[in-house]
C-alpha cells in the first residue's frame, strides 16, 4: 500500500484545516488507519485513528474536541479535519495503515504502512 498524504500548509491560530490520506496499490477498507505528528524537535506522537468500518475512533487527549479523524472507504481515502488550530499543532502529519485489527491503534508500532508526510503550520 502506497500513502499519499496532503492538504497541509499555514493557517492562523484558530483556523482549520483538512488533511486528506489517499491509499493506492491495495484497498484499505479493511485496515485501521491512524494519523501521527512529530513536531520539530520532538518525537512522533500518535493524534488519532479509525477502526476499517469507521466505528469506533480513538484521539489524543490534545487534540479531543477540535479534531475528527473519517474515512471513504470507497475512495480509498481518511482525512483529519482540525479545528481550532493552535501553534503547539506545528508538525509533520503522517498518516498510516494497519492490516487488519488492533487494540493498540496509539501505538505506531502496529502500523505497517507509512504514508510521506504533510506539513501544518500554525501561526500565533
Known amino acids: 500500500v502506497q500513502l499519499q498524504a496532503y492538504g497541509g500548509g499555514l493557517v492562523p491560530s484558530g483556523g482549520s484545516l483538512r488533511l486528506s490520506c489517499a491509499a493506492s496499490?491495495?484497498?484499505?477498507?479493511?485496515?485501521?488507519m491512524g494519523w501521527f505528528r512529530r513536531a520539530p524537535g520532538k518525537e512522533r506522537e500518535f493524534v488519532a485513528a479509525?477502526?476499517?468500518?469507521?466505528?469506533?475512533?480513538l484521539y489524543a487527549d490534545f487534540v479531543k474536541g477540535r479534531f475528527t479523524i473519517s474515512r471513504e472507504n470507497a475512495k480509498n481515502t481518511v482525512y483529519l479535519q482540525m479545528n481550532s488550530l493552535k501553534p503547539e499543532d506545528t508538525a509533520v502529519y503522517y498518516c498510516?495503515?494497519?492490516?487488519?485489527?488492533?487494540?493498540?491503534?496509539?501505538?505506531?508500532?502496529?502500523?505497517?504502512?507509512w504514508g510521506q508526510g504533510t506539513l501544518v503550520t500554525v501561526s500565533s
Open positions: 479509525i477502526s476499517w468500518t469507521g466505528a469506533n475512533t
Open positions: 496499490g491495495r484497498t484499505i477498507s479493511t485496515s485501521t
Open positions: 498510516a495503515a494497519r492490516r487488519g485489527v488492533t487494540t493498540k491503534k496509539d501505538d505506531a508500532r502496529e502500523y505497517h504502512y
